[in-house]
């Protein structure tokens, strides 16, 4: 590592958190909803506004900022070596209730440490690269994780570009009318190592009073829409036992999914997020209804079974109710364990920091799940007030979002020198 003030003082190095913090409120301004969230949904004007801001910082820090054929943006900083980058970053793109940390905080803190470094004439034998990827919520185009799904060589580039989103829009056109279809091809560089920076949201390192988490992993995700098909009726004249309701069937399968998580127990988790009715009047009985069912568990046996039982209840439903029911897969993938290394390096750089840790599975998705196939991988957890996500009150202490910066910076430089032969 080459310092001009000599090692130690990379040791103490940290980094600017209140330019950090200024950073996250500006880019959390772009879609603002007015309660202190922001809606930033993928590949929309808001998302696109979001993208400019976050690439012209890169730009001013002079890093190299490529744009592949999925949207992802990487910005490296060279080493004095030539080879694969350790890359560092998460997404910017949000769900309609956002709030300003989910995926920015990993991104912007990225940004942060490489203009420390920059900023303190700290050379690393390895690049360095902070990325953000497409379309991580998978709210408006699903799956989840779909641009670093792809960018990993999980999914074609040409089939992203044809998925439908919810709007009925095709991805591959709104890619390129935001600008953001680029010539980089995917799949993308394996880096050397890949570490992302994100919030919990959930609630086990504030209950504990822990300030950084070393995640072990990420559980298996399953989404499905089920779309039933009944009869168009009067609400008034129509007999119950005449009835073949659609909406009564998604209202059963809600009932139903909880029930299963009751069940299972453990860390199941089942939501039924979006419910759509035909023609959604007071005085007609929905002769059409769709819904989305996400399922999650650490353990993918349990997971399976989760969609057994859900299949199972689903099909006496539409039997009972005198309806057709057809199901499409949005998102499944298998849990994923991170490398121990990596979880080891968090661990260790946040003890030597002063931090308390503790391991714990990821509960969300997240973009390191998918570069774990293709480089070693970790996360590192910072606090959520009250747990919350997904939602505007979103917030992590200042002192936390300093905390896992300065962990971050610590963990890329150290994975940017070592010795090939220390891994
Ligand atoms: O759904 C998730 O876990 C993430 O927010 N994409
Ligand atoms: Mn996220
Ligand atoms: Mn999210």
Known sequence: MSDARGVHSVRDLTIDAARLGSRLAELGAIGATGDGGCARLALTDEDRAGRDLVVTWMHDLGLDVRVDGIGNVVATRPGTEPGPPVMCGSHIDTV???????????????????????????????????????????????????????????????????????????????????????????????????????????????????????????????????????????????????????????????????????ELGGHQVATVGKIGLRPDLVNVVAGHAACTVDLRNTDEAVLQEAEALLADEVSCIAAAEGLSVARRELARFAPVEFDQRIVDLVESTAREHGHSVRRLPSGAGHDAQMLARMCPSGMIFVPSVGGVSHNPAERTLPEHVEAGANVLLHMLVRLADEDLVGR
């Open 96 to 262: 309609a209730t956002g709030g300003i940390f989910d995926g920015n905080l990993g991104v912007l803190s990225g940004l942060e440490v490489l203009e420390t470094l920059e900023r303190a004439g700290v050379a690393t034998r390895r690049p360095l690269a902070v990325a953000f990827f497409t379309d991580e919520e998978g709210s408006r185009f699903s799956p989840d994780m779909l641009g670093s799904l792809v960018y990993a060589g999980g999914m074609g580039v040409e089939g992203a570009h044809d998925i439908v989103g919810i709007d009925g829009r095709r991805l591959g056109d709104e890619l390129a009318r935001i600008g953001y279809l680029g010539s980089t091809p995917c799949p993308g560089q394996a880096p050397y190592a890949y570490v992302e920076l994100h919030i919990e949201q959930g609630p086990v390192l504030e209950r504990h009073g822990e300030v950084i988490g070393a995640v072990t992993g990420v559980q298996g995700i399953s989404w499905q829409e089920l779309t039933f098909e009944g009869q168009f009726n009067h609400a008034g004249t129509t007999p119950m036992a005449y009835r073949h309701d659609a909406g009564f069937a998604v209202a059963a399968v809600a009932v139903a999914a909880r029930r299963i998580a009751a």
